[in-house]
């Protein structure tokens, strides 16, 4: 597989007549954003003058069709960026993989990680599927939220996971589910209080104490299974999993169930979308995109995964 100069060198070599023409783009569609904003403000701002009775109406509909038309203004530009950029930044890494923009990870197979809970709406695109090293993967980013009802029968949504969603094979089938989850109690709390607070998680399994300080320090273990836990979580894997966290600089979830393994880098963006108020040919811009990409792809390598270290049973 491409290491991330080699991405790099791709995105500005064989890209980068694509990426002029983008830039331009992004420019004219940038001002016509901004104006569109200024204009639809005022009149906004006007009728919540003029009826200040529904301002909390007005505010509501100013921000969802606002989120409406910005998503109307910038479609053709997202459509034209994802299949001229990031579809053969994929096909750079591996031209077996296939992309799909407006696919994404299904409902079905997000609620069996036992990541998160159960949301009342899902939404994502930019899947990708394919066979890296003879281990298959899948991902694409999700937007999973929970719906919430006042007593005046008025929804609100809150997110519950938003980011990078993956899943690969693990080449070992699971009797027990483990899932491993972002520490914030031991951190925010310390040691003796963030051991209690995660031992009376009850909408987890029990709690698996891991012999690596490092380790524990960042993640936090629940299983049906004590003795297989340690098993799958060997040393060399939670030191694995490990930098994997620190390249992703993100919240990280990961779930062993069956014969995969799941992993949710949390973001709260979309990791594929085109940037529009800054430039498509800023390297920092560039290398967002193509970390991401080798970051998500290269979990097999990285995780070796690859490595036939279990038999199936």
């Known amino acids: 597989m491409k290491d991330v100069s080699e991405l790099t060198n791709f995105y500005y070599q064989k890209l980068f007549p694509t990426l002029e023409k983008l830039e331009d783009d992004r420019k004219t569609l940038r001002k016509k954003i901004i104006i569109f904003g200024v204009i639809f403000t005022l009149i906004m701002l006007i009728i919540a003058l003029a009826l200040k009775d529904f301002f909390d109406y007005i505010i509501f509909i100013y921000i969802a069709l606002g989120t409406i038309m910005y998503k109307f203004l910038i479609k053709d530009y997202t459509h034209e960026f994802k299949q001229n950029i990031i579809k053969p930044l994929i096909h750079a890494i591996d031209n077996n993989l296939l992309y799909t923009h407006k696919k994404h990870i299904s409902e079905h197979l997000f609620n069996h990680s036992d990541l998160f809970s159960t949301p009342d709406r899902?939404?994502?695109?930019?899947?990708?599927?394919?066979?890296?090293?003879?281990?298959?993967i899948e991902f694409s980013d999700i937007h999973a939220q929970r719906r919430h009802r006042n007593s005046k029968g008025r929804d609100s949504w809150s997110t519950i996971f938003k980011g990078l969603f993956i899943?690969?094979?693990?080449?070992?089938?699971?009797?027990?589910?483990?899932?491993?989850?972002?520490?914030?109690?031991?951190?925010?709390?310390?040691?003796?209080?963030?051991?209690?607070?995660?031992?009376?998680?009850?909408?987890?399994?029990?709690?698996?104490?891991?012999?690596?300080?490092?380790?524990?320090?960042?993640?936090?273990?629940?299983s049906t299974d004590q003795i297989e836990a340690r098993y799958i979580l060997s040393h060399s894997l939670m030191k694995r999993l490990l930098t994997f966290k620190q390249k992703s600089s993100h919240p990280l979830h990961v779930s062993f169930i069956g014969?995969?393994?799941?992993?949710?880098?949390?973001?709260?963006?979309?990791?594929?979308?085109?940037?529009?108020?800054?430039?498509?040919?800023?390297?920092?811009?560039?290398?967002?995109?193509?970390?991401t990409l080798h970051l998500a792809i290269g979990i097999v390598e990285e995780l070796k995964l690859n490595q036939k270290i279990w038999s199936k049973r």
């Open 122 to 136: 899902l939404g994502g695109n930019d899947y990708v599927q394919g066979n890296i090293d003879d281990t298959n």
């Open 259 to 291: 014969s995969h393994i799941h992993l949710a880098i949390e973001s709260n963006k979309d990791m594929f979308e085109p940037s529009i108020f800054s430039s498509l040919l800023d390297y920092k811009v560039a290398m967002e995109y193509v970390k």
């Open 167 to 222: 899943i690969t094979e693990f080449n070992k089938n699971f009797t027990a589910q483990t899932v491993v989850l972002p520490d914030s109690a031991q951190s925010s709390f310390g040691n003796i209080i963030g051991n209690w607070l995660q031992s009376k998680n009850m909408a987890r399994d029990e709690l698996v104490k891991m012999d690596d300080s490092e380790f524990e320090k960042e993640f936090v273990v629940y």
